[in-house]
């Protein structure tokens, strides 16, 4: 059974950086998938961080793209993100998902349970 | 555009049939999936490839698209289907992931 699951601190200071990661586990991450995060604020809809490839190859959403770093470690299984200068505006539960892109075709198949991340002093 | 357009709201009467549309031009190119999500949980697929369900999505859930405009279809609705629902794609580059914003699904 594949399982993601996210970990990283729960609470981060405003102009910090928020620091995730997504282990997978049940299969390799070096497959034909996009490995992807996406965030919830609270009360909110959910909204395209960015993905990598297992070839290092990324793709991240233009209004995080200046304040985003999403890696993937082949060897101990698991990609990350890294979120630099953050605001009140970026707490929110954070996910982590399998996709799978094609000709035509997009779609999450697998997700984490989620990390909530406060910014607050 | 690269967003996608849910109605914010949608009631049905228990054992009814509703329709959930999201609209935007990415969906020209890309067909839309669609997650199901309940309050304090993470998201789950229940329609892919168009009209695609996976193991253990209830045939209650069907998908549809015609231009622009992707739909999800619940008939027979059940009160454990009350949740949100999201559609997503691609935009046009296919470079980029979209989500539409979101439809709160009330089962009367």
């Known amino acids: 059974q594949v399982q993601l699951q996210e970990s990283g601190p729960g609470l981060v200071k405003p102009s910090g950086t928020l620091s995730l990661t997504c282990a997978v586990s049940?299969?390799?991450?070096?497959?034909?998938?996009?490995w992807t995060w996406v965030r919830q604020p609270p009360g909110k809809g959910l909204e395209w961080i960015g993905e990598?490839?297992?070839?290092?190859?990324?793709d991240y959403n233009p209004s995080l793209k200046s304040r985003v770093l999403i890696s993937v470690d082949k060897s101990k299984n698991y990609f990350s993100l890294r979120l630099t200068s953050l605001t009140a505006a970026d707490t929110a539960v954070y996910f982590c998902a399998r996709g799978f892109s094609g000709v035509g075709l997009n779609w999450f198949d697998l997700w984490g349970q989620g990390s909530l991340v406060i910014v607050s002093s | 555009s690269s967003e996608l357009t849910q109605d914010p709201a949608v009631s049905v009467a228990l054992g009814q049939t509703v329709r959930i549309t999201c609209q935007g031009d990415g969906l020209r190119y890309y067909y839309a999936s669609w997650y199901l999500q309940r309050p304090g949980q993470a998201p789950v697929l229940v329609i892919y490839d168009k009209h695609k369900r996976p193991s253990g999505i209830s045939d209650r859930f069907s998908g549809s698209s015609s231009g622009n405009t992707a739909s999800l279809t619940i008939t027979g609705a059940q009160a454990e289907d009350e949740a949100d629902f999201y559609c997503s794609s691609r935009d046009a580059s296919g470079k980029h992931v979209v989500f539409g914003g979101g439809t709160k699904l009330t089962v009367l």
């Open positions: 049940g299969a390799s991450i070096n497959t034909s998938n996009w």
């Open positions: 990598v490839y297992h070839s290092g190859s990324t």
